[in-house]
């Protein structure tokens, strides 16, 4: 497992809003800014599924991104498993002001561990500056 996290200057209500809801996630769901995610479909439940398309914003490559939910507690915690069965936990925690996202997910094979680490703390990290600063 491969694990980041990041402290959001939100209460956690609005970071759960952020982290869940299409319209939000099409906002800040890519590593750099040359990047896009121009869909976003959520069902937040047990079994529901859930996908986003992550774009090159000169359209010269693009892919799917998506799976299924396992476990869903609200404000606490979401698990799924994605497309290709590698499993994905996250946990928030809030002291009312801030709120800390601990994500651990099974690495893929192509790519170093460095890599796909950097990768998903960008996106996390860009999930942080788009709460704390709508």
Known sequence: MIT???IVNAPIEKVWDYWTTPAHIMQWNNASD?????????DLRVEGKFSSTMAA?????SFDFGGTYTAVEKHKLIEYV??????VEIQFSSNGVETSITESFDPETQNPHE?????????????KKYTENN
């Open 4 to 6: 980041i996290n990041a």
């Open 115 to 127: 890599m796909q680490q950097a990768g998903w703390q960008a996106i996390l990290n860009n999930f």
């Open 34 to 42: 040359d990047w896009h995610t121009p869909a976003a479909e959520n």
């Open 57 to 61: 914003k000169d359209g010269s490559f």
């Open 82 to 87: 994605l497309e290709d069965g590698r499993k």
